[in-house]
């Protein structure tokens, strides 16, 4: 069974820094998706950046990027210059390339960005 | 503009009753999905909808649910007999381009 962790469950950071936020996951299969959602307090699903597994190059949208260690199964978000309108709940999420293409999430990290 | 539109927004209900929470997805799409979030909890999946039936359900999704696309545009979670621990914000997603697109949610509060 696939299981991914967020071993984070709140973190701050002040505006204008950079904060990282934590994701590993398991699974034996060797094609799969990784993705970032945030979640306001609207609650929404917003994405935010996803990570194909065959792919070495880790992916990047504006001011944030991925560290993606496939060997490791660790997946971690970087969000450079944070911004008061990042404060929101962040899940780390997972998908098999195969079947019904569900989603497993984490437990979620709530990000504070401090101004 | 959002792929999904979820209807209500809120859902206030009597435990015991019936509800039914819709999606409406903007395009065509072929695979739906129902997750589910308890408050403060991490998003669970409740079920994958393929082709008109269910493909993938999770142990979460007992007797008491049931989905369908009724006229091939909505497509509608039932909770038969609701209980205290049926509130939750549930999420109708759909498949498109190697993600899932997220609807806003609907609060369904259990009186």
């Known amino acids: 069974a696939q299981t991914v962790t967020q071993s984070q469950p709140e973190m701050s950071v002040q505006e204008a820094e950079t904060v990282t936020l934590s994701c590993t996951y398991d699974?034996?299969?060797?094609?799969?998706?990784l993705f970032w959602y945030k979640q306001p307090p609207s609650r929404q699903m917003i994405l935010v950046i996803r990570q194909e597994a065959y792919k070495q190059q880790n992916a990047t949208e504006n001011r944030f990027s991925v560290n993606f260690q496939k060997a490791a199964k660790s997946f971690s978000l970087k969000i450079s210059d944070s911004q008061l309108g990042d404060t929101a709940m962040y899940f780390c999420?997972?998908?098999?390339?195969?079947?019904?293409?569900?989603?497993?999430f984490g437990t979620g990290t709530r990000l504070k960005v401090l101004a | 503009e959002p792929e999904v539109t979820q209807t209500p927004s809120h859902q206030v209900t009597q435990m015991g009753q019936e509800v039914i929470l819709r999606c409406v997805p903007i395009?065509?799409?072929?695979?739906f999905y129902w997750y589910r979030q308890i408050l403060g909890q991490k998003v669970e999946f409740l079920v994958s909808f393929y082709n008109n039936e269910i493909s993938e359900k999770s142990e979460i999704f007992d007797d008491q649910f049931s989905v369908e696309r009724p006229d091939g545009s909505n497509f509608t979670l039932k909770i038969r007999s609701t209980k205290l621990e049926d509130s939750a914000m549930y999420f109708c997603?759909?498949?498109?381009?190697?993600?899932?697109?997220f609807g806003a949610g609907t609060r369904l509060s259990v009186l």
């Open positions: 997603a759909v498949f498109g381009t190697d993600i899932q697109y």
């Open positions: 999420a997972f998908t098999i390339t195969s079947g019904t293409y569900k989603y497993i």
């Open positions: 699974t034996s299969e060797n094609n799969y998706y």
């Open positions: 395009s065509n799409h072929l695979y």
